[in-house]
């Protein structure tokens, strides 16, 4: 397991011509904290687990890395954009999850109650910036609000398990739910940009990116999974490397639409 401590600093990179291999001392990744466990952890074949309160540039450096190490492994490198674009969004509204349950609290105000939610809201977005991204993902570290992102990985397939520890609350989760539904109306990027428009950039528009993102690459989109359990959000991405792979869902992944199936349990 590693700790990521969003207050620590990347040492510097050393010179020279940097390598397409991850593993090489002279990549890119050559600063990466943690760099030699992580590499030895994922060639054991075991689960990578970061613990964040916010997505600090360490551990999007790290995400990064272990993505790289894993589609090396694999041989599957050309997965590397999109699988690090979709993990970087869900991280992203996981630390902001935990960080706006911290505001409700402090303004006294109940998600539950749909006015006082849309009024929590509407401050949020007038005051959503990086002071306020660092203000309350602080408050939420104090409370010991924190983001688990875990990687269970094998011949077959990549898992990627990103869970909060604040509950989907209902509104938000039918905003997933309508999201979701809205992405697999669209085939491909393009088609998203040219029917959304500038609108294309707004709440929840990451999910439908990620979708998208997925469908390019001929990854069955029902494979990205939101859902809740134990008190906990979770957000699951499952890749295929073989014909072999077979989701924690069984054959058939499809069927968001349905409240119960984006239930999961821990295991």
Not at 26 to 31: F, G, H, M, Q, V
Not at 92 to 121: R, S
Not at 158 to 179: G, M, Q
């Amino acid at each position: 397991m590693t700790e990521a401590n969003s207050d620590s600093r990347d040492s510097k990179q050393g010179g020279g011509a940097a390598s397409d291999d991850p593993t090489s001392p002279n990549s890119k990744y050559a600063d990466v904290q943690d760099r030699e466990s992580l590499m030895d952890g994922i060639q054991a074949g075991r689960r990578v687990v970061f613990m964040a309160y916010t997505l600090s540039t360490i551990v999007e450096r790290q995400l990064d890395f272990v993505i790289a190490v894993l589609l090396k492994k694999y041989g599957r490198t050309e997965l590397q954009t999109t699988i690090y674009s979709c993990l970087k969004e869900i991280v992203i509204n996981a630390t902001k999850a935990n960080a706006k349950h911290v505001f409700f609290e402090e303004h006294k105000l109940n998600v539950a109650v749909p006015d006082e939610y849309q009024k929590g809201m509407k401050m949020i977005k007038e005051q959503l910036g990086e002071a306020w991204i660092e203000k309350y993902g602080s408050l939420a570290k104090a409370k010991g609000l924190r983001v688990s992102i875990e990687f269970d990985h094998e011949a077959d397939g990549l898992r990627i398990w990103v869970f909060n520890d604040t509950e989907l609350i209902p509104t938000d989760e039918s905003r997933i739910r309508e999201k979701l539904a809205e992405g697999m109306n669209y085939e491909d990027l393009l088609s998203f940009y040219m029917q959304m428009g500038d609108q294309a950039e707004g709440e929840g528009m990451g999910l439908v990116m990620n979708l998208l993102l997925l469908k390019g690459e001929n990854i069955n989109p029902a494979l990205f999974r939101v859902g809740f359990a134990d008190g906990k959000t979770m957000a699951r991405i499952e890749i295929p490397f073989t014909d072999e792979f077979v989701s924690i869902r069984g054959d058939n992944p499809e069927g968001f639409r349905d409240r119960a199936s984006i239930r999961v349990e821990f295991e």
